[in-house]
């Protein structure tokens, strides 16, 4: 009831309302901390006097207990009750003995229960009084002489400190007083200043006009539905659910009725809480749509760049597979059947790069036509061993060491082996080309959110950030000798997986592939 009570109130009494409420509830515990706190620092204060004022009128007493100087102590005493009006002050011997009292009908008697050397402090009633007694004993050296009793009213310090407290509570009441009614005053005038929320609101409309889509306006509280059980929208499919409307192309399009709708208008609470709702929605849904359109054209240009790839690499194959592997039977043939050294060099050469030739005509083919996956329970570890062996040789040739580290736990699932390992060994073979003599390759596997990884890092040359920003495009390579399509058709495969590839690379420092593969 109160929250509807203040959904309906206007802007400048909700303003005036917070503002006042929360100067109230400060000042309140602001002013009960202070009191608390000098309360207890007062009581704090006046025991310590008290025996600091014992102690004093020990440490006084010895001498005349010592030379049995009575005028000397009942001075003594007569001068700390006028000190502090204190019940009374007593001074006893070593027998227990009262040899100084306020009190001089007292003089001579004995007094029971001061058997301990040692500073104490109690808490009686006497003659319907409550006194504080602090008992402080009168040493000499090791030489026991006697007590000192000093007898305190409890309630005159209590009425003490109370009296001191009203002054301050007089002075905290009047400057309370004097803030809320300043606050009262100016939070009429500083409610004009809530249209800076309606300037919020039109400057972040200008900033997706001009293009910004990132742009949104903090949102409070969000209710459920199932809190408005009387809503007569019993068909509604958020029913139960919370902001129904903030799903994608729905708001204002296929259920007319979410402005009349009780949770979105206890969401917004005010007008411009409305319209801060309806902004955010707009900007999520025409983000949510820029990014669809945005990734529906990438992949049309990328299936028309495919499609074209598709058909050259068919009429490349077709035309220029026959031609390539004649010359290269031919240069096989001439090189066996005649002699001569520049003749078997040339001809060397010419069947080297023939068939550099026909491998990158085969790999058009693989890009431009992939297989479809094969899904099969396989062990990953067997499939990276295995791939790692066909590299391992010619790596260690080259003076880089080759290390597989597989991690543990990690089961067979369903992947296709054929496609990580194509991809697992074009990543290998571009890490060998950017890892000089004397660096390092790891291969490493394990598990992360319920996902397989397969990690290569390298100590090579690394890569620049345009190289990273173009890695995975077909034809682009920073090598004089490649076709550019090996990262490009791992990548691919990666993806037909439901997986990705992941690049992190230092130039001078080296490069790690990772490789995150659904497990199915």
Same mark, same amino acid.
């Given at each position: ?29 602001? =002013? ?6 000098? %309360? ?11 025996? $600091? ?10 001498? *005349? ?13 007569? $001068? ?42 109690? %808490? ?21 002489? =006697? ?10 310090? %209590? ?53 910004? /889509? ?13 809190? /408005? ?40 609470? @005010?007008?411009?809480g409305e319209l801060n709702l309806a902004f955010n929605q707009m900007v999520q849904d025409l ?22 790839? =598709? ?17 290269? *039977? ?58 790692? $062996? ?57 598990? @992360? ?12 040359? *690394?890569? $620049? ?6 890695? /995975? ?24 997986? *439901? ?22």
């Amino acid at each position: 009831m109160s929250s509807f009570f203040l959904g309906r109130l206007k802007l400048r009494y909700k303003f005036t309302l917070a503002i006042l409420t929360n100067i109230a509830v400060i000042l309140i515990c602001f =002013g009960v901390l202070i009191h608390t706190f000098q %309360e207890r620092e007062l009581m704090d204060n006046m025991e310590e006097r008290n025996l $600091s004022l014992a102690r004093s009128m020990a440490s006084e007493a010895a001498d *005349g207990l010592l030379l049995r100087n009575l005028q000397q102590l009942d001075r003594l005493v007569r $001068s700390v009750q006028e000190t502090i009006d204190a019940a009374y002050v007593l001074v006893l011997d070593g027998d227990n003995r009262i040899v100084a009292h306020t009190d001089r009908t007292q003089l001579g008697k004995r007094r029971l229960g001061q058997s301990k050397e040692e500073t104490q402090i109690q %808490e009686v009633e006497e003659e319907s009084a409550r006194l504080k007694k602090y008992i402080i004993p009168v040493n000499i050296r090791e030489e026991h002489l =006697g007590w000192c009793v000093l007898g305190v009213n409890k309630l005159k310090d %209590e009425a003490k400190v109370a009296s001191g407290l009203h002054e301050l509570r007089t002075k905290l009441f009047m400057v309370s007083s004097g803030l809320f009614i300043l606050a009262f005053i100016t939070s009429f005038l500083l409610a004009a200043l809530l249209t800076k929320r309606l300037r919020f609101l039109r400057d972040k409309m200008r900033q997706v006009q001009l293009g910004d /889509f990132t742009v949104s306006i903090p949102e409070g509280r969000m209710p459920v539905c199932s809190e /408005f059980l009387s809503c007569e929208h019993t068909q509604c499919p958020a029913h139960g659910q919370t902001k129904c409307w903030t799903v994608a192309n729905r708001f204002l399009e296929q259920y007319k009725n979410c402005l009349d709708c009780a949770v979105y208008t206890q969401s917004a609470g @005010d007008e411009i809480g409305e319209l801060n709702l309806a902004f955010n929605q707009m900007v999520q849904d025409l983000r949510q749509n820029i990014r669809k359109l945005e990734q529906a054209n990438l992949e049309k240009s990328r299936m028309e760049r495919l499609s074209l790839l =598709g058909q050259m690499s068919a009429q490349v194959a077709h035309e220029v597979k026959n031609p390539l592997n004649s010359i290269i *039977g031919a240069a096989h043939y001439l090189r066996s059947n005649f002699q001569g050294q520049i003749l078997r060099e040339f001809l060397q050469i010419i069947e080297e790069e023939s068939q550099r030739l026909s491998d990158i005509v085969t790999n058009f083919l693989n890009f431009s036509k992939p297989t479809q996956p094969h899904l099969v329970h396989s062990d990953l570890h067997e499939v990276v061993k295995n791939t790692v $062996s066909l590299v391992e040789q010619e790596v260690v040739d080259q003076g880089v060491s080759l290390d597989f580290q597989p991690g543990p736990g990690l089961r067979p699932f369903k992947f296709d082996a054929a496609k990580i390992k194509q991809a697992l060994l074009n990543i290998l073979i571009n890490a060998a080309q950017a890892t000089p003599a004397g660096g390092h390759i790891q291969v490493r596997t394990g598990q @992360d959110n319920g996902q397989v990884r397969l990690e290569v890092a390298d100590s090579g040359c *690394g890569m $620049s950030q345009e190289a990273l920003d173009n890695l /995975f495009k077909p034809f682009f390579t920073t090598k004089v000798r490649g076709s550019g399509l090996g990262l490009a058709i791992a990548e691919q495969n990666i993806r037909d997986l *439901g997986g990705s590839i992941q690049v992190e690379s230092v130039e001078g420092q080296g490069s790690t592939f990772t490789i995150l593969l659904p497990v199915r």
